[in-house]
């Protein structure tokens, strides 16, 4: 599609131009969310300003959408395919809108608490359970993507939470005996890298999500529900990559602080390998086509990190909150999405 178009679409379509909104809003949040994990470590330890970093996350957000889908779409074409909202196309997009609703009132009450709750697994739980409101059952809810999901889960919290330890252990045993004011110099650099690293899969795999919601959202409302295969343009790219920065410097601080400070007091080397082990997890992740948290893999990598000194190095009563969270987010976001629907299709 090309921007002509889109535009011709939102100005004489109401349904699109609602779905556009609501989907940039759900983008949006994910700036406040999920964006900040990204660069909460090189934050902490002082290897960047927030506001530097906060632009550098915008552009390797970017790079990270652009490269990333260029070489593979799969976390994109999974989320695109996750559910299906029947044959009606009204109903259909009235019930992607109400989930949307649910996502954003969902990652904005945790956001409001500092809590880095996962916008991955909301958008998932939300349009799962707006599928299984509009079929009343599991009819609209595809179990193969489904599992990847799952998968995805184990995948972010057991290879991040080990990549983390390992990494740490390894820059350490490496660095022993290495002068510290010159491995501070290196390791600064070396973070800023590291959260460059982590902003562009963060792109790779968040943007590719919300990208797969946006063009379903533009087919379904355009009265397409059988379009199965789709093409991303770079307008879109852009669009994603700077709705998200926006999302970010309105109010990732709170995020950077629970994820980069409260949770481990990292010193500048640790933020390195926890940025490196959760990019590394983030990697494998789009390039085999499961949509994983990054959320989720950037803290287990951080848990990770912090027990490679101690277990008491890390609090766990931070952890304890974030695991809460992410616990109910799959119940708490689907059924949220669940009753938006019932609510919304009183009014179709």
Same mark, same amino acid.
């Given at each position: *599609?090309?921007?002509?178009?889109?535009?011709?679409? /939102?100005?004489?379509?109401?349904?699109?131009?609602?779905?556009?909104?609501?989907?940039?809003?759900?983008?949006?949040? =994910?700036?406040?969310?999920?964006?900040?994990?990204?660069?909460?470590?090189?934050?902490?330890?002082?290897?960047?300003?927030?506001?530097?970093?906060?632009?550098?996350?915008?552009?390797?957000?970017?790079?990270?959408?652009?490269? @990333?889908?260029?070489?593979?779409?799969? /976390?994109?074409?999974?989320?695109?395919?996750?559910?299906?909202?029947?044959?009606?196309?009204?109903?259909?997009?009235?019930?992607?809108?109400?989930?949307?609703?649910?996502?954003?009132?969902?990652?904005?009450?945790?956001?409001?608490?500092?809590?880095?709750?996962?916008?991955?697994?909301?958008?998932?739980?939300?349009?799962?359970?707006?599928?299984?409101?509009?079929?009343?059952? +599991?009819?609209?809810?595809?179990?193969?993507?489904?599992?990847?999901?799952?998968?995805?889960? &184990?995948?972010?919290?057991?290879?991040?939470?080990?990549?983390?330890?390992?990494?740490?252990?390894? $820059?350490? !045993?490496?660095?022993? #005996?290495?002068?510290?004011?010159?491995?501070?110099?290196?390791? #600064?650099?070396?973070?800023?890298?590291?959260?460059?690293? *982590?902003?562009? @899969?963060?792109?790779?795999?968040?943007?590719?999500?919300?990208?797969?919601?946006?063009?379903?959202?533009? &087919?379904?409302?355009?009265?397409?529900?059988? /379009?199965?295969?789709?093409?991303?343009?770079?307008?879109? @790219?852009?669009?994603?990559?700077?709705?998200?920065?926006?999302?970010?410097?309105?109010?990732?601080?709170?995020?950077?602080?629970?994820?980069? @400070?409260?949770?481990?007091?990292?010193?500048?080397?640790?933020?390195?390998? !926890?940025? +490196? !082990?959760?990019?590394?997890?983030?990697?494998?992740?789009?390039? $085999?086509?499961?949509?994983?948290?990054?959320?989720?893999?950037?803290?287990?990598?951080?848990?990770? /990190?912090?027990?490679?000194?101690?277990?008491?190095?890390? =609090?766990?009563?931070?952890?304890?909150?974030?695991?809460?969270?992410?616990?109910?987010?799959?119940?708490?976001?689907?059924?949220?999405?669940?009753?938006?629907?019932?609510?919304?299709?009183?009014?179709?």
């Amino acid at each position: *599609m090309e921007l002509t178009e889109f535009f011709q679409l /939102v100005t004489t379509n109401p349904m699109i131009a609602i779905t556009v909104v609501l989907t940039l809003g759900v983008i949006l949040v =994910n700036g406040w969310t999920d964006a900040p994990n990204a660069i909460a470590t090189c934050v902490s330890t002082r290897a960047m300003k927030p506001k530097a970093a906060i632009l550098m996350a915008a552009v390797f957000n970017f790079l990270g959408v652009f490269v @990333m889908t260029l070489l593979s779409a799969k /976390v994109a074409t999974t989320i695109y395919k996750m559910v299906d909202f029947g044959t009606d196309a009204k109903e259909a997009t009235v019930a992607l809108c109400a989930a949307l609703v649910a996502i954003v009132v969902w990652a904005t009450a945790a956001w409001k608490f500092g809590i880095p709750t996962s916008e991955s697994h909301a958008l998932i739980a939300g349009l799962t359970g707006a599928a299984i409101a509009m079929h009343n059952g +599991l009819g609209g809810v595809s179990g193969a993507e489904w599992q990847k999901v799952l998968i995805g889960l &184990a995948l972010s919290s057991v290879l991040g939470f080990g990549l983390g330890l390992g990494s740490a252990k390894l $820059t350490e !045993a490496l660095f022993r #005996r290495a002068d510290r004011p010159k491995t501070t110099k290196f390791f #600064r650099g070396a973070q800023i890298c590291g959260g460059a690293s *982590m902003a562009f @899969m963060h792109g790779a795999q968040d943007g590719q999500k919300f990208m797969g919601v946006f063009l379903l959202g533009i &087919a379904m409302a355009s009265g397409q529900t059988g /379009v199965s295969e789709f093409s991303i343009p770079i307008w879109l @790219m852009i669009l994603c990559s700077v709705v998200m920065a926006l999302g970010t410097s309105i109010g990732g601080y709170r995020i950077i602080k629970s994820v980069g @400070m409260d949770m481990v007091k990292l010193q500048i080397h640790q933020g390195f390998a !926890a940025d +490196l !082990a959760a990019a590394l997890c983030l990697l494998v992740a789009s390039l $085999t086509g499961i949509p994983v948290s990054t959320t989720h893999t950037k803290t287990t990598a951080i848990m990770g /990190v912090g027990a490679s000194r101690r277990l008491s190095a890390v =609090n766990w009563g931070v952890v304890k909150e974030m695991v809460l969270t992410w616990v109910l987010t799959f119940p708490g976001c689907g059924l949220l999405g669940y009753l938006v629907v019932k609510l919304f299709m009183l009014f179709v």
